[in-house]
């Protein structure tokens, strides 16, 4: 687990100089009750999450079920 912290802070760290956006550039949206550029960034960073572990699970040949997961909960 603490690898995976470590990785996922030397992505973000590589990543951020190519979203150079000020606070109030991450919080615009194109219409009225659509998502910020933020919560898409989340969105994309939340669904590699679970996707990165469910490949984990499948190279460790982990017994658990892996259940699937709904974008709108």
């Known amino acids: 687990m ?4 470590k990785d ?3 992505t973000q760290q590589s990543l951020l100089p190519y979203f ?3 606070e109030t550039d991450l919080n615009k ?3 009225l ?6 919560e898409l960034l989340n969105h994309i960073v939340d669904a ?3 996707l990165y ?3 984990r699970r499948v190279i460790a040949t982990d ?3 892996i259940w699937g997961f709904n974008q709108d909960a």
């Open 33 to 38: 009750g659509k998502w910020t550029i933020k």
């Open 29 to 31: 949206t194109y219409a």
């Open 8 to 10: 996922l802070e030397k």
């Open 20 to 22: 150079d956006l000020s």
């Open 53 to 55: 572990d469910r490949v």
């Open 2 to 5: 603490q690898q995976l912290l």
């Open 63 to 65: 017994k658990l079920v």
């Open 48 to 50: 590699e999450t679970v």
